[in-house]
């Protein structure tokens, strides 16, 4: 039982952390649009986080653009809780990050 467990906990983790890196890449570039700015980026994370996941998790989504970047970058940063047994959440973490260049 607990094997089963742990294997389901595991995969639910990597499924979240493969979803989450794809929202950051697509926000990153969304926000990278000539006529887009950084808070739309953002806008657009938090969307598509709480279509994916529970609404209550998308509230670590940070935005940063420019000079925070090497270059003209806009980058998406989401963090959201970690579950560690089964289903139930913890005080540990995901993070994932995306830049993208800023079109002109």
Known sequence: MLLAVT???????NYAV???R????ESARYAALADKSAAEGCKKATELLNNAFAS???NGVFCVSGA????EQIGVKIKMPFPIIGLIASSLS?????????EN
């Open 22 to 25: 794809d929202i950051a890449v």
């Open 18 to 20: 493969a979803v989450m």
């Open 94 to 102: 995901i993070e994932v990050q995306s830049s993208a260049p800023i």
């Open 56 to 58: 209550n998790l998308a």
């Open 7 to 13: 294997l389901l906990s595991i995969s639910i983790s």
């Open 68 to 71: 925070d970047l090497d270059g």
